[in-house]
């Protein structure tokens, strides 16, 4: 049996007297991108922030590989967040391989990923340039660079392809694609429903801190009755309905 690289267990999460997560439980396994998604404000950020131990849930546990998430396992997890965070002073490759040595690479073995991933999505000419000086889609490769460096066992995507034309959505698109075949698992965080289609295993809708759809694209298409994510979500949200679907 395939051991989950994330586990999730009834974690329900209060802040003050609002409760933002009500009894969320889901795996998620090597190699599998899981889709991750609901409308702002539905719960996905302070879930992906308590897995990550930036809050404590207030119960159920949320484990990365068997464990509570602790900066030992940072080589292990990667985290492009939707608001994106980058030195713009440094320069690029300064940048990349500072984050490199972060996550516990030597000098010349962030170097050397650093210049290859550069190559790889057309910023070869720009290593020596200040992050300031790059258009935002060049800033979000640089950022999709620093989560991927190490060759993380989790990657988590929020939004990862906004702002992106569509050659370079392509090309992120293909370097999750490459990383899954590695056996990195991927949390992707988006509201375009099109992505899901494309590379979604698995999948969990969020509604008001709970869980409306989870399981498997198809499984959650046939419990819904529905050949289209976009319309089972639209229809999760248009109604009042508190079922909650387990897959």
Do not use: W
């Not at 990550?52 to 949320?62: A, E, H, K, R």
């Not at 170097?111 to 790889?120: G, T």
């Amino acid at each position: 049996m395939v051991k989950p690289i994330v586990s999730v267990e009834n974690f329900h999460l209060a802040i003050g007297e609002k409760e933002i997560v009500k009894d969320l439980s889901f795996t998620i396994n090597p190699g599998e991108v899981f889709a991750f998604l609901g409308a702002n404000g539905s719960g996905k950020t302070s879930t992906i922030r308590s897995l990550l131990g930036i809050y404590q849930p207030t119960s159920g546990s949320l484990l990365i590989d068997g464990k509570r998430y602790s900066p030992l396992q940072a080589r292990d997890v990667g985290y492009l967040p939707e608001e994106r965070g980058l030195y713009t002073r440094a320069k690029v490759l300064d940048i990349m391989v500072y984050f490199g040595e972060l996550k516990g690479l030597a000098h010349e073995e962030a170097k050397e990923f650093s210049l290859a991933y550069l190559e790889r999505v057309g910023l070869a000419d720009k290593s020596n340039v200040k992050v300031k000086k790059l258009s935002g889609g060049q800033q979000q490769k640089v950022q999709l660079g620093v989560a991927i460096i190490g060759g993380p066992k989790l990657l988590i995507l929020d939004e990862p392809t906004k702002g992106l034309d569509p050659m370079n959505r392509k090309l992120l698109l293909d370097i999750v694609d490459e990383l899954q075949a590695k056996g990195t698992a991927v949390i992707y965080v988006t509201h375009l429903m099109e992505e899901v289609e494309r590379l979604a295993d698995r999948l969990l809708i969020l509604k008001d801190g709970t869980a409306r759809a989870y399981g498997t694209v198809a499984d959650v298409k046939k419990k819904y009755k529905s050949k289209s994510i976009e319309d089972i979500f639209v229809s999760i949200y248009d109604t009042k309905s508190s079922e909650v679907v387990h897959g």
